[in-house]
Structures are given as C-alpha cells and as structure tokens.
Nanobody, 127 residues
Framework: QVQLVESGGGLVQAGGSLRLSCAAS????????MGWFRQAPGMEREIVAA????????YYLDSVKGRFTISRDNAKNTVYLQMNSLKPEDTAVYYC????????????????????WGQGTQVTVSS
C-alpha cells in the first residue's frame, strides 16, 4: 500500500507561481509512474502532467506546456509540480496519483490507470 500526501497548494495571483509536492510512503515509489491531475467544480478530472518511473519521459496537458514542470526524486519518495505563470483557469483541486505501471501511455496517465490517489490540494488563482 502506498499513501500519497500533497502539499503546497494555496491562493496566488494570476502570473504567480506555486510548487506542489507529493510525498509517498512505502518502498515501491520508484516502480510507479506518477502524475498530477486536477478537477475544477463541475468538470471531469484531467491529467495535468505525468512522469515515468525514472524521470526520463514526461507528459503535459497542452494548456500547461511551458508553464508547468513535473519532476521526481526517488531517493526522497517525492514528486513535484512547479507551476509558473498561473492563470485563473488553473484553479482546481490538484491530486497526486501513482499509475499502475512504471511507464507512461501516449496520453500520460488516465484516471482508470491509477492505483493510488492523494487526498488533493486546492489551488486558487485570482485575476
């Protein structure tokens, strides 16, 4: 069993930055692809960014490319999401997730392919 705990969410003005962290328990963290999803009110949960088990390959939602960066530190059992140039439309609950396999699909990760979810952290971007 792996537990995922997110931190780093909050309120920021448009154009600002936040860094989300996700700390994982257990010794198998490095065997999972990891991702960040988000869900705004009334919307479906969508993949924002994903990274394979070694950090060699990443995936980004088109609307965040060039602004967000996903990274991982397997020695610390932690995955990060650096979010720059934030926009009001980035407002959502952000969830850390561990995939069922070490590798990414062409579409990164999908909700059906998630083995473990974090509890979520709120990100609010004011205009």
């Amino acid at each position: 069993q792996v537990q995922l705990v997110e931190s780093g969410g909050g309120l920021v003005q448009a154009g600002g930055s936040l860094r989300l962290s996700c700390a994982a328990s257990g010794r198998t963290f490095s065997t999972y692809a990891m991702g960040w999803f988000r869900q705004a009110p009334g919307m479906e949960r969508e993949i924002v960014a994903a990274i394979d088990w070694r950090g060699d390959r990443t995936y980004y939602l088109d609307s965040v490319k060039g602004r967000f960066t996903i990274s991982r530190d397997n020695a610390k059992n932690t995955v990060y999401l650096q979010m720059n140039s934030l926009k009001p439309e980035d407002t959502a609950v952000y969830y850390c997730a561990a995939g069922q396999t070490p590798l990414l699909a062409t579409t990164g990760l999908t909700p059906r392919g998630i083995k473990y979810w974090g509890q979520g952290t709120q990100v609010t971007v004011s205009s």
